[in-house]
């Protein structure tokens, strides 16, 4: 069936250097992508989200990054933090659901 | 409140007992969706309501699993005769619409494990 998946389990990363967390998609109809930080102990907080009729989006020291062509959605992370380290997930809007990948863990080292 | 808030934050179950778990949504939303979250994994879709509709249900696992909306605000995760495979975070979510481009924002997650 239709799945969001990412590329990657764990990334590790210096503190300081930029992050990029890669994800797949292959429901070609999705038109909303979402990536969302999940700390251990919470819930999923939201980063950014974009719309399939754009291919870039910036918020505060991330960008996300679509790629219809082939499919793939992209999170990178500017000058990456401790507080960075977390779980991150992207997530595929339908019409009433969201669906979730497995998440990739991303560890900031110092 | 400010946030999702659900409750209890964590629950202790014997195999068999039935549980309920509750969440308040953000005021004002209307999309309202429960997910199960096992550990290590990323979240599942169980439910989804529009007010006290529920729209979909597609992703309850059993007819064990029951969720309601009554009112429109407030809802109720139910699972009856639990079993070990259902621990698991429980998240509820909400958001303004279920339109395309309404932030949905998540709550703690109620934490179900069964013994």
């Known amino acids: 069936g239709e799945s969001v998946g990412l590329h990657l389990p764990t990334l590790s990363v210096q503190e300081g250097d930029n992050s990029i967390i890669n994800c797949a998609y292959s429901?070609?109809?999705?038109?909303?992508f979402i990536w969302y930080k999940q700390e251990s102990g919470k819930g999923p907080q939201f980063i950014i989200d974009?719309?399939?009729?754009?291919d870039k989006r910036q918020g505060q020291r991330v960008t996300v990054l679509l790629n219809k062509t082939v499919k793939h959605l992209s999170l990178q992370i500017a000058a990456t933090q401790p507080g960075d380290s977390a779980v991150y997930f992207c997530?595929?809007?339908?019409?009433?659901?969201?669906?979730f990948g497995a998440g990739t863990r991303l560890t900031v080292k110092p | 409140g400010a946030g999702v808030s659900q409750s209890p934050r964590y629950k202790v179950a014997k195999r068999g007992q039935d549980v309920a778990l509750r969440c308040d949504p953000i005021?004002?939303?209307?999309?309202l969706f429960w997910y199960q979250q096992a550990l290590g994994q990323g979240p599942e879709f169980l439910t989804y309501?529009?007010?006290?509709?529920?729209?979909?249900k597609s992703g309850l696992p059993s007819d064990r699993f029951f969720a309601e909306r009554p009112e429109g605000s407030v809802s109720t995760l139910k699972i009856q005769r639990t079993q070990q495979e259902d621990s698991a975070v429980y998240l509820c979510?909400?958001?303004?619409?279920?339109?395309?481009?309404?932030?949905?924002?998540f709550g703690e997650g109620s934490w179900l494990t069964v013994v």
């Open positions: 979510a909400s958001s303004l619409q279920g339109a395309i481009g309404n932030t949905i924002y």
């Open positions: 429901n070609s109809a999705s038109d909303y």
């Open positions: 974009i719309r399939s009729n754009m």
């Open positions: 997530a595929e809007k339908g019409a009433m659901d969201m669906r």
């Open positions: 005021s004002g939303h209307v999309s």
């Open positions: 309501f529009q007010n006290e509709a529920q729209l979909d």
